[in-house]
């Protein structure tokens, strides 16, 4: 049996289609997998068991990414084809079976998966290998408790200034004994944040992961206990990790792409989504400021005393 998963170019959304990948590799234990997906993306499929091929889409000019995409998928003959770009290659290559994701409007992106593919669709997987979970296991002292933080995005309008990311980390230090963080992102974000990230900390109470693989990133945040960060693609791993979430909105939709599960925190600013789509974003400057620092703190501490109750 051969399965073609067309995917996203964004991690956020390739994550947030794992618990579909698993569906049906749960379905269907021997089938040899396919992916066709965007070159950041990519990495977080290289630990899934039976994937035939790995297709990066490389954008081209007048969409003749596709041509590529399609001379390299014609000759076979699918036995399932899940689209998640609603593309019309799907129509186009021969199979068995397709399911085609439709977009609805305002709802989580995962109830939207749900509801398009008819299955649940909620139990994100992003598989970590022995050795990556062997290496979290030797570095992380079990003594601890881990935090993981992530000051970065693709996007400054919804950034939470980096001094408020400092302040936090230095407020749980003074309240909570035996915690350490583990700083996470690109290392690119690793050159803007880092220095004023963790200015008058300890630096042993610090575990840089900045610019590390996704997965191996995952196997440290499968042994945390709470995610502070942006919304991003990291936000939905730490989901996909089993790890619990405070999640920083404004500008974005907390509504389609919140951290998904109940025991999840959400803390938006003051203004509401509809307010950022009534004026001009500038793309240089941070919206994030109404959220406070004690606002953030209240939460992480609720949710810390409840883990360590």
């Not at 980096?162 to 749980?172: C, D, G, P, Q, T």
């Not at 974000?189 to 996704?214: R, S």
């Amino acid at each position: 049996m051969k399965i073609l998963f067309i995917c996203s170019n964004l991690i956020g959304d390739t994550i947030l289609s794992s618990g579909v990948f698993k569906h049906f590799i749960d379905q269907n234990e021997n089938a040899k997998l396919t992916f066709i997906v965007g070159p950041t993306a990519a990495p977080l499929l290289k630990n899934y068991k039976n994937v035939e091929n790995i297709i990066i889409l490389k954008k081209r000019k007048f969409n003749l990414h596709w041509i590529d995409i399609l001379k390299s998928t014609f000759g076979t003959k699918w036995d399932i084809v899940i689209d998640f770009r609603s593309s019309l290659i799907s129509y186009i290559l021969r199979n068995k079976k397709k399911y085609i994701f439709k977009k609805q409007h305002n709802i989580h992106h995962i109830d939207q998966l749900n509801s398009s593919f008819g299955f649940n669709c909620s139990d994100l997987f992003v598989p970590t290998s022995y050795d990556e979970e062997k290496k979290a296991n030797i570095e992380l002292d079990r003594s601890f408790n881990h935090i993981v933080i992530f000051p970065g995005g693709n996007w400054t309008p919804k950034l939470w200034p980096i001094e408020n990311y400092n302040l936090l980390m230095k407020s749980l230090l003074k309240k909570f004994n035996k915690i350490k963080f583990i700083l996470v992102g690109s290392s690119k974000e690793k050159t803007k944040f880092y220095k004023e990230l963790v200015k008058e900390i300890n630096e042993d109470l610090i575990i840089d992961l900045f610019g590390l693989d996704l997965t191996l990133t995952s196997a440290y945040m499968k042994k945390s206990i709470l995610f502070v960060g942006n919304d991003s693609g990291l936000m939905h791993l730490s989901v996909a990790s089993k790890l619990r979430v405070i999640s920083l909105f404004g500008p974005t939709n907390d509504r389609v792409y919140g951290p998904y599960g109940k025991k999840n925190i959400v803390l938006r600013t003051k203004e509401k989504l509809d307010y950022f789509k009534s004026i001009n974003i500038d793309e240089n400057k941070s919206y994030m400021n109404s959220i406070s620092l004690n606002f953030v703190l209240q939460n992480c501490e609720k949710l810390l005393n409840e883990n360590f109750n």
